[in-house]
């Protein structure tokens, strides 16, 4: 796992709008996960940049230079609110990634998606490609 932007080998132009080239910041402290996610968005021939941690999260929703995000809700023991409150401000397309119950979250936000751990890669590719066309 890597906190700098990832480019896909041999990325095409063409296909959905925004797509093709398009950035997306995950959020998520779980190695295992964050690589898995990674792995997924490069094969959608996306770049991707992984944070792990609340400031990191922070400072790259303050500068948002990226398309969409995926956000895992629970940081090291920390709440991500603030790492949301940024996206929504900045009116960036985000996704929640979550093993716990964001039922909350949910009623806060119903605009947002939430998909739930483990989550099924049909979901989340669909879920990121929702995302990008915002």
């Known amino acids: 796992m890597s906190s700098d932007r990832t480019d896909p080998a041999g990325a095409k132009g063409g296909g959905e709008p925004k797509t093709s080239h398009a950035c997306v910041l995950l959020v998520e402290d779980d190695a295992t996960v964050a690589m898995l996610v990674e792995q997924i968005l490069l094969d959608m021939e996306l770049r991707v940049l992984v944070v792990a941690t609340l400031d990191n999260a ?5 500068m948002a230079d990226f398309d969409a995000a995926i956000i895992d809700m629970h940081l090291r023991g920390e709440r991500a609110e603030q790492v949301t409150d940024a996206l929504l401000l900045g009116n960036v397309p985000f996704m ?5 119950d964001q039922s909350d979250f949910r009623a806060a936000h119903p605009q947002i998606a939430v998909l739930g751990k483990p989550f099924d890669k049909a979901e989340l590719e669909q879920g990121v490609r929702e995302l990008l066309k915002r």
């Open 58 to 62: 922070l400072v790259e929703a303050e």
């Open 96 to 100: 929640v990634l979550s093993g716990t």
